[in-house]
């Protein structure tokens, strides 16, 4: 006996399946016609991506994908580009990046003009001579790099006055951690013969002399470098904050670091996401020897707010290996200038304080 369904009811059961059917989502962006590398073992690669709501929607072939795409659709014709992941920054300093993108270019090719002294200071003149850096209190130059120079030597004191006499000079190592300053940048920071090298770094000194040669390391370094930076104003750190994301961007980053900050330039990020949402995520670690008062609500939260958080504390225990600072268990094979045989670098600290500053550390992150 066959069962009879009346019209009605199959009307009805029509009508709600085709109701509870999910509808195809529909991208807000289609990217195709591309060389897409997924890191994906299972796709590694592809022709588009469609995105919705800034989440991947779909990744495969263009006609595929364009599958996802309606008249409201922005589609984006890549014209064989390829298209990679963001990278994300395992350590870096977004701020100090922010300096290099507006200071003179001190890189060696092929990022940068300088292979030696001369060419260094051609390019601190050329900085100095546009007309938006004209006034300027400093003359900024960061990226140079000792080992790439024809010379294989630091500049010092007056390799820079020969750019200068009057006005500061403040040079920038690529290791961001030695710098170089000029006579009069000397001058202002009372840098003098007298000056006894800080706990954790080094004044080098002109030979057979305790006059400054204008080469500082680590907390020599630091110690000059940080007046500096409380002379800028809260518009000033808002634009090196703003033009080292920019320069992030451009080589392809999503997520940068400022990996050892001070707490005005964290107040700086914090305000800024508070307004708008930052260009890329930024995940400061704050300096512990400078003060923990950010790492405390509303600074500390652990989560990202519009792209910026902080992630934790900063403890720098010794320097950098380019600038042969970094403390070593073997003797490098070249010292640097003014160094014996056998050096192996230096600490910054004491373990004693090494020991006081992590169980800090340990004791604020039991207790957020």
């Known amino acids: 006996m066959k069962a009879i369904v009346p019209a009605c009811l199959l009307s009805l059961v ?30 590694p690669e592809a022709q588009a991506v469609a995105v919705r709501d800034g989440k991947i929607l779909a990744v495969g072939s263009d006609k595929d994908v364009m599958g996802f795409a309606d008249p409201r659709t922005k589609v984006v014709d890549l014209q064989g ?7 994300i920054d395992a350590h870096g300093h977004v701020m100090n990046t922010g300096l290099q993108a507006v200071s003179a270019n001190l890189l060696s090719p092929p990022d940068g003009p300088v292979t030696d002294i001369a060419s260094l200071q051609d390019a601190l003149r050329k900085w100095a001579a546009v007309p938006g850096n004209k006034g300027q209190k400093f003359i900024i130059g960061f ?8 010379e294989q030597i630091h500049p010092t004191r007056y390799d820079l ?26 001058e202002m920071m009372n840098l003098t013969a007298a000056s006894k090298n800080p706990a954790g770094g080094v004044i080098r000194r002109l030979p057979d002399s305790q006059e400054p ?10 110690g000059a470098l940080i007046p500096l930076f409380t002379q800028i104003s809260p518009e000033e750190n808002e634009m090196l904050f703003q033009a080292g994301m920019k320069l992030y961007s451009k080589y392809g980053y ?53 792209g910026f958080r902080v992630g934790g504390v900063k403890l720098t225990l010794d320097g950098s290996p380019q600038g042969k600072t970094a403390w070593l268990t073997q003797p490098y094979l070249v010292p640097p ?5 056998g050096y192996r670098g230096y600490p910054i600290m004491s373990d004693e304080d090494a020991d006081k500053y992590v169980a800090q550390a340990m004791e604020m992150a039991g207790s957020c």
Not at 143 to 150: F, V
Not at 337 to 341: I, V
Request: hydrophobic residues 35%; without cysteine.
């Open 337 to 341: 200038e003014g160094q014996k045989p």
């Open 143 to 150: 990226g140079y790099d000792d080992s790439q120079l024809k």
């Open 161 to 186: 006055d020969a750019v200068s006499k009057d006005v500061p000079i403040l040079i920038i190592h690529q290791s961001g951690h030695i710098g170089v300053l000029n006579s009069k940048a000397l």
């Open 254 to 306: 999503t997520t940068a670091q400022e990996g050892r900050t001070m707490t005005d330039s964290v107040k700086t990020m914090y305000d800024i996401a508070q307004k708008e949402k930052l260009l890329l995520d930024v995940v400061a670690y704050t300096d512990i020897q400078l003060g923990t008062e950010i790492m405390k609500p509303p600074y500390y939260d652990g989560t990202y707010h519009n």
């Open 81 to 87: 580009l390829t298209m990679i992941p963001g990278f």
């Open 14 to 43: 029509a009508g709600h399946a085709y109701a509870t059917s999910p509808a195809k989502p529909v991208a807000d962006v289609v990217y195709h016609n591309a060389q897409v590398i997924t890191v994906n073992d299972g796709q």
């Open 213 to 222: 040669n204008g080469v500082l390391e680590e907390s020599a370094f630091f």
